[in-house]
């Protein structure tokens, strides 16, 4: 079965600053997409940036870039230039590959950012 | 161009009593995911539906919970016989179908139904 781990239940960044959120994660598969999604205090679900596997260069999205390691299985999250606006709970996610629809998702990092 | 829309935001039951979430997948999509949030936990699968079918329900518990998507109206999740347990944030998410392709990377959530049971 997938596991997503996020290891760290809390963050905190100066505004401006850089932080990195991490991810790792378990499978057999070979082909699989990984995501982060974004939930702030409204709750809605909102994707900061999606990785599929079988690319080695990382996803980047404006601020929002990733740090995709597969032999480690790791999908780090680096936020740079942080904004109040990015306070929010991150969540990391994976899906298989192909026509697969299930999403598996960590337990979450709320990241603060201080003014 | 609305979003997916979940109804009721917030929903309160007594214990014994049924909840009903409703959806509204977004314009064009036919596609429609329920995920559920336990406290301090990650979200879930629960269901996938298409119109009128019922595509994969692996996750849904296998007494007291249901779900539809009818041809007309939006998607209904059903939870009879509330418990405490059943306390949660319940997500929808829907997506479109390109062609005969599942476009489901293209997948849009909605803002949840936070239920509490009392």
């Known amino acids: 079965a997938q596991t997503v781990t996020q290891s760290q239940p809390e963050m905190s960044v100066q505004e401006a600053e850089t932080v990195t959120l991490s991810c790792t994660y378990d499978t057999s598969e070979s082909d699989y997409y990984l995501f982060w999604y974004k939930q702030p205090p409204s709750r809605q679900m909102i994707l900061v940036i999606r990785q599929e596997a079988y690319k080695q260069q990382n996803a980047t999205e404006n601020r929002f870039s990733v740090n995709f390691q597969k032999a480690a299985k790791s999908f780090s999250l680096k936020i740079s230039d942080s904004q109040l606006g990015d306070a929010a709970m991150y969540f990391c996610?994976?899906?298989?590959?192909?026509?697969?629809?299930?999403?598996?998702f960590g337990k979450g990092t709320l990241l603060t950012v201080n003014p | 161009n609305a979003g997916v829309m979940q109804n009721p935001r917030h929903l309160v039951r007594r214990r014994g009593q049924e909840a009903r979430l409703r959806c509204s997948p977004m314009?064009?999509?036919?596609?429609v995911y329920w995920y559920r949030q336990l406290p301090e936990e990650g979200l879930k699968f629960m269901v996938y539906l298409q119109k009128e079918n019922i595509i994969d329900e692996s996750g849904m518990p296998k007494e007291r919970f249901s779900a539809e998507f009818p041809k007309e109206g939006p998607s209904i999740l059903r939870i009879q016989q509330v418990v405490r347990g059943d306390s949660a944030a319940y997500f929808c998410?829907?997506?479109?179908?390109?062609?005969?392709?599942?476009?489901?990377?293209?997948?849009?959530f909605g803002s949840g139904t936070q239920l509490s049971v009392l």
């Open positions: 998410a829907s997506s479109p179908t390109v062609g005969q392709v599942l476009a489901n990377e293209k997948l849009f």
């Open positions: 996610a994976y899906r298989v590959g192909g026509s697969n629809y299930k999403l598996t």
């Open positions: 314009k064009g999509h036919s596609h």
